[in-house]
C-alpha cells in the first residue's frame, strides 16, 4: 500500500520564477494539505482540497494556488517566488470525515531552494 | 482557533518515561487532540489521538483531563531513536479541517 508520494524530491528556483509542486495521496484518502515548513519551524497549513475544491485556506497570499485531480491526486503552484519562499513544502492526504476525528498521513516533503 | 503551547525542548536517557504537555485552553467542543512526531528532513508521522480521558496504542499513551484544556503524551522507556520533534495540534473544522501546528518539543533521547 503506496503512502503519501510527493515530487519532485528537491528543486532550485531564480527569484521571479514559477514552480509546480506534485502530491499523490495515500490509497483510498479523499482529500489533500499542503503544508510549508520553514527550516526549525512548524508546518504552516496553506490550503486543503476535497473534490477538487480548495476547502480551507491558511494564511498565505494569492500566489499560492492549488488544484486536485479526479484521481486526488494535487497540485501546489507558487508563482513570483520570493527568497523567503525557500522551504520544505509538504503533503499530506486524509479523509473527508465531516469534523470527527482527524489522522492525516504526510509524505517525504519537497525542498525548494529560491536563489 | 485553538492555539497549543508546549515546552521548547526536554532531555531524556534512554529506558526512561517521557511526559510532553501540551496546553490548548481554547479548544472547542468538537476538537481532538493529535500528537504527530517529526524526524529531520521528514514529514511529520501520526502518533495518536484523542477526544478525552485516556488512549493507549502500541507507541504511546495521551492523557487528557476532563476539563480538556491541555493532554500529556508519555512516551514509556524511550530509546535514542526517539529524539525528534513532537507536535500537538487541535484540528478545526468549518467545512474543512485547517489543523495549525506550533513550534514543537524537541526531545533529545541520550545515552
Known amino acids: 500500500d503506496a503512502g503519501v508520494t510527493q515530487s519532485p524530491t528537491h528543486l532550485i528556483k531564480t527569484r521571479g520564477q514559477q514552480v509546480t509542486l506534485r502530491c499523490s495521496p495515500k490509497?483510498?484518502?479523499?482529500?489533500v494539505s499542503w503544508y510549508q515548513q520553514a527550516l526549525g519551524q512548524g508546518p504552516q497549513f496553506i490550503f486543503q482540497?476535497?473534490?477538487?475544491?480548495?476547502?480551507q485556506r491558511g494564511n498565505f497570499p494569492d500566489r499560492f494556488s492549488g488544484h486536485q485531480f479526479p484521481n486526488y491526486s494535487s497540485e501546489l503552484n507558487v508563482n513570483a517566488l520570493l527568497l523567503g519562499d525557500s522551504a520544505l513544502y509538504l503533503c499530506?492526504?486524509?479523509?473527508?470525515?465531516?469534523?470527527?476525528?482527524?489522522?492525516?498521513?504526510f509524505g517525504p516533503g519537497t525542498r525548494l531552494t529560491v536563489t | 482557533l485553538a492555539k497549543t503551547t508546549q515546552p521548547i525542548s526536554m532531555d531524556s536517557y534512554e529506558g526512561q518515561e517521557v511526559n510532553i504537555t501540551c496546553s490548548h485552553n481554547?479548544?472547542?467542543?468538537?476538537?481532538?487532540i493529535t500528537w504527530y512526531q517529526q524526524f529531520p528532513s521528514q514529514g511529520p508521522r501520526f502518533i495518536i489521538q484523542?477526544?478525552?480521558t485516556k488512549v493507549t496504542n502500541e507507541v504511546a499513551s495521551l492523557f487528557i483531563p476532563a476539563d480538556r484544556k491541555s493532554s500529556t503524551l508519555s512516551l514509556p522507556r524511550v530509546s535514542l531513536s526517539d529524539t525528534a520533534v513532537y507536535y500537538c495540534?487541535?484540528?478545526?473544522?468549518?467545512?474543512?479541517?485547517?489543523?495549525?501546528f506550533g513550534a514543537g518539543t524537541r526531545l533529545f533521547v541520550k545515552a
Open positions: 499530506a492526504s486524509s479523509l473527508w470525515s465531516g469534523g470527527s476525528s482527524y489522522e492525516q498521513y
Open positions: 484523542g477526544y478525552k
Open positions: 482540497y476535497y473534490e477538487e475544491e480548495e476547502r
Open positions: 481554547n479548544i472547542a467542543t468538537n476538537d481532538y
Open positions: 490509497s483510498g484518502h479523499d482529500t
Open positions: 495540534l487541535v484540528g478545526e473544522w468549518s467545512g474543512g479541517f485547517k489543523t495549525i
